[in-house]
């Protein structure tokens, strides 16, 4: 049931980001035939069809690569995966001793991180790219030594393109990526 509501939450993405597009096309169809009974009744009824089925098929590409970065780096995948502010509870996958150093220099470490700025011993802000242009998100990691836990925090704010160009779920990805670069797994499961 969860992918369901995934599906459909990404399926009313798809469509946003297609209306615009969608409408000129028909308008365009309306001008080229002509304003005709036959010609308005025929973009009315199959020009939505088809916009509905191409925007399901985009729909259906967000949500398998979600789940291919969810299952990648075990986090639960659910409908919260599209919002543009994403804070998960990670555990390290070994818990020893030094186990902070090795997930901050991890992380410090990966191409896709910069401007890492560490606030004490408790917590880390950095900038991810979580594709490959030059356009990021902000997260922070908070330690808590005592449970072993990782409060991972990432949220969206320069309008990214999104899993397969939904124009969401940039901050989920960005999660994964995270989780699989720092060798943390999640804690939690989707409610």
Do not use: Y
Not at 10 to 28: E, G, N, P, Q
Not at 155 to 169: I, N, P, S
């Amino acid at each position: 049931m969860r992918l369901v509501k995934l599906l459909m939450a990404c399926w009313r993405a798809a469509a946003a980001k297609c209306v615009s597009l969608a409408l000129t096309m028909m308008f365009i169809d309306f001008v080229n035939d002509g304003f005709t009974w036959d010609s308005v009744s025929g973009e009315v009824v199959f020009g939505p069809l088809v916009w509905g089925i191409l925007t399901f098929a985009v729909a259906a590409v967000g949500v398998w690569s979600l789940g291919q970065r969810a299952g990648a780096a075990g986090i639960p995948l659910c409908v919260e995966a599209l919002d543009d502010r994403q804070t998960h509870v990670l555990r390290p996958v070994p818990v020893s001793d030094g186990w902070q150093e090795r997930v901050r220099e991890k992380l410090a470490g990966s191409e896709r991180a910069f401007l890492v700025a560490e606030k004490g011993q408790e917590e880390i802000h950095f900038r991810w790219r979580p594709g490959r242009g030059k356009q990021s998100v902000w997260g922070s990691m908070s330690f808590d030594a005592p449970s072993g836990d990782v409060v991972l925090d990432v949220r969206d704010g320069e309008g990214l393109l999104g899993v397969a160009g939904l124009g969401k779920g940039s901050s989920f990805a960005a999660v994964c990526q995270i989780a699989g670069v720092t060798g943390l797994a999640s804690g939690s499961a989707c409610g």
